[in-house]
């Protein structure tokens, strides 16, 4: 099972993958975790990546395309897989999209997380100010910054696989086993 996880930031994209992983015994994919990992394993790419970042610029798609396919290569990964925090663009699911063709792979759903950006909001205000684990950016602010990111970048992916008839949508502000049983439902589908 190869899967993507849509939605803005708050919508519990993270809650219902690690819930996906241990169910379904395949591995979320962060890119921010493997470009940490490639790095830090001093490969041909990482070493690419950490000049990249070292100069301050942003890792270009290409290079994630390349530390994702060789990721995907790995042993781990042959039951399947959810892509966090990737792709981001268009650019990004056209070159997955070619990417994974050329290894005779696809991805068998994406799946829309639904919310409302408003109650997120609300969400997050509370989130922060109940748990003594809150992320440094789990403000009104800082999630009204990353919602317009989203909304710019990464929300016209819903267009573009819902064009693909790969996307199926479920309501992200019912509760978490509610959600999660509306993901399992769509998924004994594909």
């Known amino acids: 099972m190869r899967l993507i996880l849509l939605g803005p930031p708050g919508a519990g994209k993270g809650t219902q993958a690690g819930r996906l992983v241990a169910v379904h015994g395949i591995v979320q994919l962060s890119t921010g975790d493997m470009l940490r990992a490639a790095v830090a394993a001093e490969s041909e ?3 690419k990546v950490k000049d990249v970042l ?10 994630i395309c390349s530390i ?3 990721r995907i290569d790995q042993a781990d990964c042959a039951k399947g897989f959810i892509l966090d925090g990737f792709p981001r663009t268009i650019a990004q699911a056209d070159a997955l999209g070619e990417l994974l063709e050329k290894k005779d792979q696809r991805l068998d759903a994406v799946v829309q997380l639904k919310v409302d950006e408003g109650i997120l909001l609300e969400r997050i205000e509370t989130r922060a100010r109940e748990s003594a684990e809150a992320r440094s950016d789990d403000n009104a602010e800082s999630l009204k910054k990353r919602l317009a990111v989203y909304n710019e970048q990464t929300a016209p992916l819903i267009k573009y696989y ?14 978490v086993d509610e959600v999660a049983s509306e993901i399992d439902t769509i998924l004994s589908t594909v």
Do not use: H, P, W
């Not at 070292?54 to 290079?63: I, K």
């Open 45 to 47: 790419v990482g070493l």
């Open 54 to 63: 070292t100069r301050g610029d942003l890792v270009s798609d290409d290079l």
């Open 162 to 175: 819902g064009e693909r008839n790969m996307l199926m949508g479920v309501d992200g502000m019912k509760s």
């Open 68 to 70: 994702i396919s060789d």
